[in-house]
């Protein structure tokens, strides 16, 4: 079963990022081999979704069931796709008030060999650049202000 773990420093603040990789109906804007995305349900700590994945003309989908402690973590565990196992996670580590830590990790194994002979590459290559994506499009975002200092006395 392969494992997939990326690990970045970024100069955008913990919640920035936190919500970028939450914010998962923004996903076809920024992931080029992200064709659709349907929310099942959200609430503050869970999200349940579908991502339909068009990649060069492959076509296939996954639905998870994101578990969330914002702006710290989000995992990842498997709803539906062509999958026996798919369970991962964002961790997401403040340092200082405008840089952050992020580690991605995955790991999953296809239901059939057929399946991951066509599949694997294309979703190892997916999940191989998934966190220099996500980078990518925090860049074009507007920054966020800077800290409030108080003033001397107040």
Same mark, same amino acid.
Request: glycine share 8%; hydrophobic share 45%; proline share 10%.
């Given at each position: 079963?392969?494992?997939?773990?990326?690990?970045?420093?970024?100069?955008?603040?913990?919640?920035?990022?936190?919500?970028? !990789?939450?914010?998962?109906?923004?996903?076809?804007?920024?992931?080029?081999?992200?064709?659709?995305?349907?929310?099942? %349900?959200?609430?503050?700590?869970?999200?349940?979704?579908?991502?339909?994945?068009?990649?060069?003309? #492959?076509? =296939?989908?996954?639905?998870?069931?994101?578990?969330?402690?914002?702006?710290?973590?989000?995992? #990842?565990?498997?709803?539906?796709?062509?999958?026996?196992?798919?369970?991962?996670?964002?961790?997401?580590?403040?340092? %200082?008030?405008?840089?952050?830590?992020?580690?991605?990790?995955?790991?999953?194994?296809? =239901?059939?060999?057929?399946?991951?002979? !066509?599949?694997?590459? !294309?979703?190892?290559?997916?999940?191989?650049?998934?966190?220099?994506?996500?980078?990518?499009?925090?860049?074009? #975002?507007?920054?966020?202000?800077?800290?409030?200092?108080?003033?001397?006395?107040?």
């Amino acid at each position: 079963m392969p494992t997939i773990t990326r690990k970045v420093i970024v100069d955008h603040p913990a919640q920035a990022m936190f919500d970028l !990789v939450d914010g998962v109906e923004a996903y076809p804007q920024f992931l080029p081999w992200c064709a659709s995305v349907e929310v099942f %349900g959200r609430t503050p700590t869970e999200t349940h979704a579908r991502i339909d994945i068009d990649f060069h003309g #492959l076509k =296939s989908h996954v639905a998870t069931r994101n578990r969330n402690q914002p702006p710290e973590w989000i995992h #990842l565990e498997l709803a539906d796709g062509p999958f026996e196992r798919l369970a991962g996670h964002w961790h997401i580590r403040p340092l %200082g008030a405008q840089g952050c830590a992020i580690e991605f990790s995955i790991d999953y194994a296809f =239901s059939s060999r057929a399946i991951d002979a !066509v599949m694997g590459p !294309v979703f190892g290559q997916i999940m191989e650049t998934i966190v220099e994506r996500f980078v990518e499009r925090a860049a074009t #975002l507007p920054a966020a202000p800077p800290p409030a200092i108080a003033a001397p006395g107040g």
